[in-house]
């Protein structure tokens, strides 16, 4: 019997007995993943070019890919043989795993991680720092996805440029794995998503162990998203896929989210003000054309030689002025306020590839 699932992107041909003679059963559980078989006759290597932001620097990854690895992957059949009663776990994991580790993209990923490497001694990075350029380099490849899209390669979203959620993130996993990273897929199959898991040593996902890290757009490890695209939140517990044998820790998670926090403290701060400052502008435009009505009367009665009259409204308007210029004065105050904690929260989710600047630029500017 065959049948075709599709589950983030991976296709299964499901083999639950296959008759190899009359009246014999072969029942063996197994799990046979596709992997890359280079093409021949591609000569000249694809560069893949990216530029990025990282920190307080412009980065450019130029890495040279081995075209005829390229086009076999690009070419290979995606689809996932299951023998016998293989539980959706194990096959999941399975497939994963082959993508992120196929040795034909051994070169690939030596050559980016060279680059990673002289970038990261001649900036003097620390061990989360390095995470986080790599980081950056996936998150700021452009998200791109369509309509039961297998997943692809990490060598094809390398030279491509652009990955969905599952793509992205194998790449991510194979290049800090083999930097002795403890990571792992995080896949939540009911949402259809993928991120990756950050071994940490704080702001750890639900009870994963891990942090959660989003590779669809630029953000900060230990943070997820509020919901994907669409309005979905993660609801379901993610299938964990370690991948690699790592032992460094990510050890700036208090960090990220002391920088959330502020960030989701200023949102809510603006949210609250927001009532108050449009009252207060409703109140100042009713008293100011109120005071310029006034005026214009009292033109009319210095006009018309009805001295009297005029001085009897002067202190009335002197009293509505300085009413008027009071609230004006707090007024400003509260929009001081209002705009300082809208640049907080704009420069945080603005400034993701730069975790450690942004920390110090958001202790500094937050109001007490």
């Given amino acids: 019997m065959h049948r075709t699932i599709k589950s983030l992107g991976i296709i299964i041909v499901v083999l639950l007995a296959v008759a190899l003679a009359a009246g014999y ?15 021949s006759g591609q000569t000249s290597p694809i560069t893949a070019t990216h530029t990025f932001l990282f920190e307080k620097s412009t980065i450019t990854i130029s890495v040279p890919v081995n075209a005829g690895v390229y086009a076999g992957a690009k070419a290979t059949d995606k689809s996932v043989s299951i023998y016998g009663n293989v539980s959706e776990n194990i096959w999941v994991t399975d497939s994963y795993l082959a993508m992120v580790n196929d040795t034909a993209q051994n070169a690939m990923y030596e050559s980016l991680l060279s680059q990673f490497r002289k970038i990261r001694n001649d900036q003097n990075l620390t061990s989360d720092e390095y995470l986080e350029l790599m980081a950056a380099y996936v998150q700021s490849l452009t998200y791109e996805t369509t309509p039961d899209n297998p997943a692809k390669y990490p060598v094809e979203t390398v030279v491509n440029g652009a990955g969905d959620c599952d793509d992205k993130s194998l790449l991510l996993a ?9 990571v792992s897929l995080l896949s939540f199959s009911p949402e259809s ?3 990756l898991g950050v071994g940490s040593t704080a702001s750890l996902y639900r009870d994963t162990g891990y942090a959660y890290l989003e590779t669809t757009n630029l953000s900060y490890v230990g943070v997820p998203p509020e919901e994907l695209a669409g309005g979905v939140a993660l609801r379901s517990e993610p299938l964990i896929i370690p991948v690699g044998t790592g032992t460094t820790l990510y050890a700036s998670g ?10 989701l403290s200023a949102e809510q701060k603006t949210k609250t003000m927001e009532p108050t400052i449009s009252s207060l502008s409703s109140d100042l435009t009713a008293q100011q054309d109120r005071i310029y009505r ?20 002067v202190p009335t308007h002197n009293t509505l002025v300085a009413e008027y210029n009071a609230k004006l004065a707090t007024y400003k105050g509260l929009v001081a306020t209002y705009d300082t904690y809208a640049e907080v929260h704009n420069y945080i989710i603005t400034h993701a590839y730069d975790r450690k600047g942004t920390y110090a630029w958001a202790q500094a500017n937050m109001p007490a």
């Avoid at 194979?174 to 403890?182: A, F, I, V």
Wanted: aromatic share 6%; glycine share 8%; charged share 10%.
């Fill in 174 to 182: 194979g290049l800090l794995s083999r930097e002795g990273y403890k």
């Fill in 254 to 263: 208090a960090e990220t989210a002391a920088v959330n926090n502020m960030s």
């Fill in 193 to 195: 998503h993928m991120a």
């Fill in 294 to 313: 006034m005026e214009a009367q009292m033109q009319a009665l210095r006009s018309a030689g009805n001295t009297g009259a005029y001085n009897a409204q």
């Fill in 25 to 39: 059963v072969y029942t063996r559980q197994s799990v046979v993943v596709p992997h890359i078989v280079p093409q």
